[in-house]
């Protein structure tokens, strides 16, 4: 029994709008990447976060720290904690906030 060609074109267009379905699903980035989170520029945020400090290097280094680790710098010179709670939550080994 021959399959119809009427059959066969639909099922090559249903798998050609199927990989576009998927192609914009993932908006062009790789299985890889969509799991693995984008690094942000610790310095640069860090620089913007302490540049009212009065000890901007000891600030600078503090914020490094926690950036690395939280992948996150809260906006602004100050406050702004709730932005990025990981930031927040990190101690000294004496119970204060470790992050400016």
Known sequence: ?????????SIFLFLMVLDGVQAIQTNGVTS???YTPKKID???ACAVRC???????????????CCAR???VPPGT?????????YAKLTTRG??????
């Open 51 to 65: 540049k009212l400090s009065g000890r901007p290097n000891l600030c600078k280094r503090a914020c490094g720290t």
């Open 78 to 86: 100050y406050g702004n904690t709730q932005a990025c709670p990981c």
């Open 42 to 44: 610790c310095g640069g």
């Open 1 to 9: 029994m021959a399959i119809p060609k009427v059959l066969i074109a």
């Open 70 to 72: 939280c992948n996150c």
């Open 95 to 100: 119970n204060k906030p470790k992050c400016p």
């Open 32 to 34: 890889n990447d969509m």
